[in-house]
């Protein structure tokens, strides 16, 4: 991602990573068109600008979009933000309406009725996460089995399909620099589809990190700990936001977030195989591999714990 201008006016340009690994992600053409929908349909996304298709002209595809200023919070909030519980539960709110008036976008009412397939969309996640699992893993881990066995065992109806982001969390939005209760913009839509809904919240709630949470859990786990301080909703509190925005059903929202621990602890497992293999190189990744069995067992640990037909053990 590339910040461009002429000296007057701002852009962004995005392409695919110089050495990416899915040959199915990070499709230029799908995201392109997906903040091209939404853009002016209520949904806070950069303004499409321009598509370009020949790899001729930088090396890659790529696309240009607006500029949206604002604060992507990751550790700590922007030091001109009032430092309060009260700002806090502002973001919180922000970010789990948003999320709800995504879904609530009717995907044929913006042109993206056959931006995916919705029926059979949670089976597909499951198997295809599974595929990248034994293509990636690094060690035998029953564990890991015995996750997908439970998923697959209690496989869920869908509720209406949605446009489900893929990879919705605090990091991921632009807040207004001078709002922190409104988000500005929503980004990386590379794993963006067609599908249920329930996907985005059971993976943010993986990604909300808890106070009963120890600081250990957290770090290993890879969880951002600014949403265990004062005034973040609870992930209770969560839920209960998000149900009363969109009006979904949320019996089995404890599936979805097993769904969310198995993916992550796959993509996990393939940055440390890479890793392993001299493939990606830098700080933190040689660690990632005692992640994958904690993630798989705090999964595990919910699933028996939920009392879902099949999930449950």
């Known amino acids: 991602t590339y910040v461009i201008g002429d000296g007057e006016r701002e852009w962004v340009l995005r392409r695919p990573p110089l050495a990416h690994v899915l040959p199915t992600a990070h499709d230029m053409g799908r995201e392109y068109r997906v903040i091209s929908a939404l853009d002016g349909a209520g949904i806070p996304v950069p303004h499409a600008v321009l598509l370009c298709d020949d790899p001729g002209v930088i ?3 790529f696309y240009v979009m607006g500029r949206v200023h604002g604060h992507v919070v990751r550790d700590a909030l922007p030091e001109e933000w009032p430092h309060t519980p009260e700002t806090r539960r502002a973001m919180s709110t922000a970010l789990i309406t948003t999320l709800a008036r995504l879904h609530a976008v009717r995907p044929d009412d913006v042109g993206l009725g056959d931006f995916g397939r919705p029926a059979g969309f949670l089976d597909r996640q499951v198997r295809r996460w599974w595929s990248q699992w034994e293509a990636s893993r690094t060690a035998e881990l029953p564990e890991m089995e015995e996750l997908r066995r439970r998923l697959v065992a209690g496989l869920p109806d869908s509720g ?3 446009i489900v982001h893929g990879d919705y969390r605090l990091d991921n939005v632009i807040l207004a620099p001078d709002d922190p209760g409104r988000v500005a913009a929503i980004l990386d ?9 329930l996907a985005d919240l059971g993976l943010l709630l993986v990604y909300w990190a ?3 949470e120890s600081d250990e859990d957290r770090e290993l786990l890879s969880l951002s700990a600014i949403t265990a301080e ?3 909703h609870r992930p209770t509190e969560v839920v209960e936001a998000y149900g009363a925005a969109s009006g979904r059903d949320l019996g089995a929202l404890e599936w979805y977030v097993a769904l969310g ?6 993509i996990a497992e393939g940055i440390y195989a890479r890793y392993l293999m001299g493939a990606t190189v830098g700080e933190g990744f040689e660690i990632m591999g005692a992640r994958v069995p904690r993630l798989v067992r705090r999964a595990l640990d919910r699933a028996t714990a939920s ?6 053990g």
């Not at 839509?189 to 809904?197: S, Y």
């Not at 621990?261 to 796959?266: T, V």
């Not at 009392?307 to 449950?312: F, H, S």
Request: net charge negative; hydrophobic share 40%; glycine share 12%.
């Open 307 to 312: 009392e879902l037909p099949g999930l449950a």
């Open 160 to 162: 209406p399909p949605a």
């Open 230 to 232: 004062p005034g973040f």
């Open 261 to 266: 621990h198995y993916k992550l602890a796959i």
């Open 59 to 61: 090396g890659a595809p």
């Open 189 to 197: 839509w590379e794993m963006c589809t067609l599908g249920d809904p």
């Open 210 to 212: 808890d106070p009963a």
